[in-house]
């Protein structure tokens, strides 16, 4: 496994610090990884058209992007959806408001080295999550898709048409959604209704009727499962803070 970690923050000592902190926790778990450093948040959003991270150390408090702002470029600009953010701040309160952001931590300055730890050992279990297949087979071939690519399947009349996160990797299977829900149910995904399940962690908007995934596409979720989605959706959410 690799990790590309970028770090932002107007501190230059405190980046220093944190990146040789990050390369010592990542090189006794035996991860290759690469770390970016960012005095501004422009030049984070700059590199982040052409450099994907897996997980951003990101100040709130920059002087010319403030980290909500770029939180809210990643997310609704970029659609990105997969990296983590660990928020940085000296104050506490900007907590509640980072959540539409769904950042994987907060943490407050000065910079708890433990916590710090914690971010990477979670952030190092979602990506083994992540990183599982889903696999199907077509004619006398089997082919395998990483969930995390996957936005939701949906039911063709006998075929499964998967739809992915850039749609490069979109597909169609003969197969029954029971069976595909059977595969991959402990992995975050919702089945809605008949003819869809949607991956739970790019749902940006959760309705009692319907969802919205983060490239804006509504589905609706069936009447007679409602009650059961709606309490699912809050597990996941719950697990997710």
């Excluded at 991860?31 to 709130?60: A, H, N, Q, R």
């Excluded at 169609?172 to 975050?188: A, L, T």
């Amino acid at each position: 496994m690799q990790i590309n970690i970028g770090i932002c923050d107007d501190e230059k000592v405190l980046c220093t610090q944190l990146e040789e902190t990050l390369a010592e926790i990542l090189t006794k778990e035996k991860v290759e990884y690469e770390i970016e450093v960012f005095w501004t948040g422009k030049s984070l959003c700059e590199s982040m058209k052409e450099m994907k991270y897996d997980l951003i150390f990101l100040d709130i408090e920059l002087p010319d992007m403030d980290g909500i702002a770029i939180g809210n470029y990643i997310r609704e600009t970029l659609h990105d959806e997969r990296v983590q953010i660990a928020y940085i701040s000296m104050k506490g309160e900007y907590a509640l408001r980072l959540f539409d952001f769904r950042p994987i931590n907060f943490l407050v300055k000065p910079l708890d080295w433990e916590k710090v730890k914690k971010v990477i050992d979670k952030y190092l279990v979602l990506a083994e999550n992540g990183m599982q297949l889903f696999t199907y087979k077509k004619k006398f071939q089997y082919y395998k898709i990483s969930l995390e690519d996957v936005l939701y399947f949906e039911n063709k009349g006998r075929k499964i048409h998967i739809h992915t996160l850039d749609g490069k990797q979109d597909d169609e299977f003969y197969g029954s959604m029971e069976d595909v829900y059977s595969k991959i149910k402990r992995n975050q995904f919702l089945f809605i209704n008949q003819s869809f399940i949607v991956n739970f962690r790019y749902i940006s908007r959760y309705k009692y009727e319907f969802v919205e995934l983060v490239n804006g596409k509504e589905l609706p979720v069936s009447q007679s499962r409602r009650p059961t989605i709606r309490t699912r959706y809050l597990e996941l959410e719950e697990a997710e803070m």
